[in-house]
């Protein structure tokens, strides 16, 4: 069995599962939880049939990651799943169960009512399409689509809020929906930081590989004593979004024990990205995150006061006050 990320300070026991904008609803206190596509999702149902529409035309904002606007449905719409490229990217092909982060717009079809939408947040969404971590709608509509792809869909209940629909956004048990989706990037079990090689000089401190390959960065812990205080360095610096104290972020990671640079826990061990708001994490990560930029691979040297201290994670393999490294890749946050 698989272990699970042990970052998670809420819960006594240190285990659980993958959270925040992945593996379940948004955390991000920017995102509307009532009308967000990873909101109260339904459960599964028999793959749609794809058609090509019909679907309202987009009268303003026609350009890539620019705030359309959508007329109100033409007639009736589908009962199938409407889709529709309406600017072909030409990044990588998307899958199942990808992270994506997307600008998007969702409003009703025959009401043209908008619903929510991140443009105005100035924050795109970070959501896995996975079966219950967003509606079905949004799954089978954009896998296969490319990166830098925006998409144009219509959901009918069935893969949508289904028969009891969404009261606290609006949305009614017989409403279609449309969406529009600027699809800016995409992430999976492979995907690494992409930054610019920063110098590793400090021989007190661990020495992290600067592989892009998505394979785990090796980490040497020197023989020396640990630091007392928080180290947070770039080993990669990418050029996105800082990130705030309040962010949800997505990353790939591994952590050993500076006492015998033994692994204790790794994104890569389990083939699955993580993703959490650093208001739940360790302070070590929330501290040492914050700041930091997305695209980045950042080594992070977590102090027992910042870490688990004397109540290490049951089974973890992690000792008492003992001082925890951490090689993470920022991948996406918001």
Do not use: H
């Not at 970070?126 to 509606?135: E, T």
């Not at 609006?170 to 995907?191: M, N, Y």
């Not at 592989?211 to 980490?219: F, R, S």
């Not at 500076?258 to 790794?266: A, V």
């Amino acid at each position: 069995m698989r272990r699970r990320s042990l970052l998670l300070a809420a819960v006594p026991a240190g285990l659980v599962a993958v959270a925040g904008c992945g593996g379940g609803k948004s955390a991000s206190s920017k995102e509307s939880a009532s009308a967000s596509p990873s909101a109260a999702a339904t459960s599964a149902a028999p793959p749609p049939k794809i058609v090509a529409g019909p679907l309202p035309a987009i009268t303003a904002g026609v350009k890539f990651d620019e705030k359309p606007t959508v007329a109100k449905g033409p007639g009736e719409p589908s009962k199938q799943l409407a889709v529709k490229t309406v600017i072909a990217g030409g990044g990588r092909i998307i899958a199942e169960n990808d992270y994506v982060q997307v600008n998007y717009l969702g409003q009703v079809w025959d009401t043209a009512k908008v619903f929510d939408n991140s443009y105005d947040r100035k924050t795109a969404l970070v959501i896995q399409l996975a079966q219950g971590s967003i509606i079905d709608g949004w799954r089978y509509a954009l896998t296969g689509k490319k990166v830098g792809s925006r998409v144009e869909f219509s959901v009918p209940p069935t893969w949508g809020y289904g028969t009891s629909g969404n009261s606290q956004a609006g949305i009614k048990g017989t409403d279609t929906l449309v969406f529009v989706a600027d699809v800016q990037a995409a992430f999976d079990a492979k995907s690494s930081a992409q930054g610019k090689k920063v110098p590793q000089t400090d021989a007190k401190l661990p020495v992290v590989g600067t592989n892009t390959d998505g394979k785990a960065p090796e980490i040497k812990v020197p023989k020396t004593a640990a630091p007392k205080g928080l180290v947070s360095e770039y080993v990669l610096e990418g050029d996105g979004p800082v990130l705030k104290e309040t962010s949800t972020v997505l990353v790939q990671y591994q952590g050993v024990l500076w006492e015998n640079g033994k692994l204790f826990d790794s994104s890569y061990e389990r083939g699955a990205l993580t993703s959490f708001s650093l208001q739940q994490v360790v302070k070590g990560w929330a501290q040492g995150l914050a700041g930091k930029k997305v695209g980045s691979r950042v080594l992070v040297v977590v102090p027992p006061s910042l870490g688990y201290g004397n109540n290490p994670p049951s089974g973890s393999g992690i000792k008492k006050d003992s001082v925890l490294v951490f090689s993470v890749d920022i991948l996406a946050a918001m």
